[in-house]
């Protein structure tokens, strides 16, 4: 045999090898595209008749091969069939990764999932490990739905041949409460339970000293309804939309679609509400969040017992999903209210570092997530987070629906695929995309136009019941009966297949929202409020919600329940101590939280004392900067000797002086009046003997006039007074042998410190006594009707000798009395010493002569 004709064989064998090979690999595509038929029947019609024609071309072109022995012709059908092989190869890598995305999102009716369970114990000394819990009391769940508080935690106990006591309870809460009051000696719990639990307030103290002694994993049948036959293009449907955070239900949306209206609406459930669980013993009450810590099912029939109405699909979604998803579509567009920082999707909370901008963005996964979770800072509290919700949503779905991008698609796929369950089968999701694509083209809208959303929210009202063995009071928030009324209306119009909008009577509209229809709700209802009566308990002194707990408040809080505080000071060093704190803010409290004030009589907190700075009247608020000794040295706001005086008088506070006088080194002249030093120091507490020693810059000794000094000496004198003209009495006194102004007399007022020595200050006041060429006026009074010896006296004290000639006349009413004198002098000032007449004629009264009788 020739090389040439074993070289053909080769070639021929090749051929037919990998057309083999090519066949089966377009079959598994053409087969495994079957069950995509539903969303498109021409497309999955045009892509079989490709792919049955490319599978009758290459038989044909592994027959022409082998019959027409060209070794050309081999090689380019060889190369032909290579190309196949890489474009199908690449195909089935393709639809294998889609299979796979889609068996991960959609469940099946009976499903295997691994669970697990931890055996736990509080304060326990002696409960070490899972086989010091033989005969021990053992808390379980009644029911059998709770299977790590029951079926698998009593397997576990078999398993390790250990023998305890079962104590039941209704739920996990009732169990824990039974293990913190003593009632049991370890309990069955998930192995999530810290985060059932901690969100409730005045649990973590408890979970910290709760220990796991024993972890466990299982696998167990889990079974979901559906129904597959259901046709979501022709009938109304429900869907429950599962916002997961761990295993609570952190959000929970009732979705409903009509295929006939193109109508949505997303009713909001607040994962706090307090309903009856449908897999509680007696379908007790609990925060609805809970209810998916038992199992999927118990959720979807809680949800269903609540509005009376049947969810006909789930939709879960973990947190990350939200972050993996949103990313993969290349970002969301997202109306924010505000602008914050918010949680991450780290699993551990407290992470606050995503930064979300107010207004319409396009946001990452981790700001959607933050968005989409953040409660507190947001204006409506949690029934914004629900609007916030209900807004991410619509986005993912009108942003799913205007996507083409098949590289996005897959992207999407592949995060949802290890993020989202769903009992929606392929061929009903298929269906009701390719519906949505063929309503879009049909009616010329697009993907935001398709689909009229319109959102709803279930309100209440919060409230507390108190729980005696926790001796704590649990916030729980209550619906009302009216909300869920006109909710579950607002649903089922939704359903009906002639629907029209219809808002329930009395329902308002928020119109905060940024989707084309607002979102319906009543915030109130004339319904009976439920609310325990809560006795008066232990407050949270370490919490600032409402408002930062300090000593005074803690103070006032003990005085009037008559407990006795004692105050432990939390100083620089202290585990406990923080810059962040302010003065006097409570850190540790003795008495937790919630319990029951008259089982108290005594209170120790620990109280945040900083080193203060009282010369800030800030902190003049505190009892450290009360009662304090001011800044008295000079250039202060209190260096006036007075107002230092004043506040000593206010203050209960005796001065004490020492005088630095000019004749001192260290005087300084231009501080005079203004305090030196002080003992005790500035912004320290007043001696308890409230004494203070100043030590006083006093003012200048000056030397004083003397007699003769003339008007410019007094001048150059009185420039060296503090203030003159308060300080100096000025006497003017006629001299004429003195020129004007010149010192007669110097009259000074010594303090009395300086009495002695005789020392005049700047300050001190003094009388002079000065000469005047200008002759005073005399005064004169009125003698009319006065005697002469008045007269006289008046003349003598002036040192005026004038002579007088007296007249007498007969006036029995003036006898002895001066009726006139000439030159008249009375009441006139016109007279002066020199001028003063020399010379004064006196008319004096008499009585009549007596005339002698007739003999």
């Known amino acids: 045999m020739s090389n040439k004709v074993k070289n053909n064989r080769v070639l021929d064998l090749m051929i037919q090898v990998i057309g083999v090979l090519v066949n089966l690999e377009i079959i598994y595509i053409l087969f495994n595209l079957t069950q995509y038929s539903s969303f498109s029947s021409n497309i999955f019609l045009i892509v079989n008749g490709v792919g049955l024609l490319i599978l009758v071309l290459i038989d044909l072109a592994i027959i022409f091969a082998i019959r027409m022995k060209s070794k050309k012709m081999d090689i380019v059908i060889l190369v032909v069939f290579v190309f196949f092989v890489f474009f199908s190869s690449v195909t089935v890598y393709l639809v294998n990764k889609v299979n796979q995305g889609v068996d991960n999102i959609i469940v099946d009716n009976v499903q295997t999932e691994t669970v697990y369970g931890v055996f736990i114990t509080y304060k326990s000394t002696t409960i070490k490990d899972v086989k010091d819990i033989d005969g021990k009391t053992f808390g379980v769940i009644s029911s059998e739905e709770f299977l790590e508080g029951n079926p698998l935690a009593k397997a576990e106990l078999d398993k390790n041949n250990i023998t305890v006591k079962y104590k039941e309870y209704e739920n996990y809460n009732d169990l824990y409460l039974g293990l913190l009051a003593g009632e049991i000696d370890a ?12 969100v409730n307030e005045g649990y973590e103290e408890y979970l910290d000293e709760t220990s796991i002694i024993y972890n466990y994993q299982a696998k167990v049948e889990v079974t979901n309804e559906s129904d597959t036959n259901f046709d979501v293009t022709k009938n109304p449907f429900t869907v429950l939309i599962m916002g997961n955070d761990g295993r609570l239900s952190d959000t929970l949306i009732v979705a409903t679609f009509n295929p006939y209206s193109f109508k949505a609406t997303l009713t909001s459930i607040a994962r706090d509400s307090y309903v009856p669980i449908d897999c509680y013993t007696n379908n007790a009450s609990d925060k609805i969040t809970h209810a998916r810590v038992i199992s999927r099912q118990c959720t979807i029939n809680t949800v269903q017992n609540l509005l009376d109405i049947k969810i006909d699909f789930f939709a879960e979604v973990n947190f990350n999903g939200v972050v993996e998803i949103v990313d993969a579509m290349g970002g969301l567009l997202i109306d924010s209210p505000i602008t914050f920082v918010g949680q991450s999707s780290d699993s551990e909370r407290g992470h606050f570092t995503v930064w979300v901008p107010e207004g319409k963005n396009y946001l990452n996964g981790e700001q959607t997530l933050a968005f989409a979770r953040e409660r507190k800072l947001m204006p409506g509290g949690d029934f914004q987070r629900q609007l916030n919700q209900q807004q991410v949503i619509s986005q993912l779905i009108n942003q799913m629906l205007s996507t083409k991008d098949i590289n996005i698609l897959l992207s999407v796929l592949d995060a949802a695929s290890s993020n989202i369950k769903t009992n929606m089968s392929l061929e009903q999701m298929m269906s009701l995309f390719n519906y949505s694509l063929s309503s879009m083209k049909n009616n010329y809208v697009d993907s935001e136009k398709i689909i009229d959303i319109q959102g709803s929210r279930i309100t209440g009202y919060g ?14 928030y209550r619906l009302y009966k009216g909300a869920i009324e006109d909710n579950r209306n607002f649903i089922i119009n939704n359903l009906k297949y002639d629907y029209e909008p219809e808002i329930p009577a009395d329902i308002q509209f928020s119109i905060n929202w940024w989707t084309q229809r607002p979102v319906v709700y009543l915030e109130e209802y004339d319904e009976e409020k439920i609310h325990d009566v809560i006795p008066d308990i232990m407050p949270n002194m370490l919490s600032t919600n409402d408002g930062t707990w300090t000593l005074e408040r803690a103070t006032s809080w003990a005085n009037s329940r008559n407990i006795t505080l004692k105050v432990n000071r939390i100083e620089v060093g202290s585990p406990l101590y923080s810059d962040s704190y302010v003065h006097n ?79 001192d080194s260290i005087y300084d002249a231009s501080k005079a009046g203004k305090v030196y030093a002080q003992d005790p120091m500035a912004y320290t507490k007043i001696p308890a003997d409230r004494v203070i020693r100043l030590q006083v810059f006093d003012y200048p000794f000056v030397e004083l006039p003397k007699v003769d000094w003339t008007e410019a000496q007094i001048d150059e004198f009185a420039r060296k007074l503090v203030n003159s003209l308060e300080q100096i009495t000025y006497i003017r006194k006629y001299d004429g042998t003195k020129n004007e102004g010149t010192v007669l007399k110097v009259e000074p007022v010594y303090h009395e410190r300086y009495a002695e020595s005789k020392k005049f200050r700047t300050v001190d006041k003094l009388t002079l006594t000065l000469s005047t060429k200008v002759e005073p006026t005399l005064t004169i009074p009125n003698f009319v009707g006065t005697t002469v010896v008045d007269l006289q006296s008046w003349l003598d004290i002036n040192g005026l000798k004038p002579s007088i000639t007296k007249v007498e006349e007969v006036s029995e009413v003036n006898d002895g009395k001066i009726i006139s004198i000439s030159p008249s002098i009375s009441n006139t000032s016109t007279y002066t010493k020199s001028t003063f007449p020399t010379s004064l004629t006196i008319t004096v009264g008499k009585k009549a002569d007596s005339v002698p009788a007739t003999p």
Not at 187 to 198: C, G, R, T
Not at 605 to 619: E, R
């Open 585 to 663: 803010q409570i850190v540790s409290q003795s008495e937790k939280y919630g319990r029951k004030t008259s089982k108290i009589t005594n209170l120790t907190i620990g109280v945040i004392k900083k080193v203060l700075d009282c010369s800030n009247y800030d902190n003049r608020v505190y009892d450290e900067c009360q009662d304090i000794v001011e800044d008295f040295v000079w250039n202060t706001t209190l260096d006036d000797l007075g107002e230092i005086r004043t506040w000593a008088s206010q203050n209960n506070v005796t001065l004490q002086y020492t005088w630095i006088t000019s004749d």
């Open 463 to 476: 409230s507390t019941n108190y729980n005696e063995a926790m001796e704590l009071p649990l916030w729980i």
């Open 187 to 198: 309990a069955a719990m998930p192995d999530d339970f810290y985060d059932l639990f901690i």
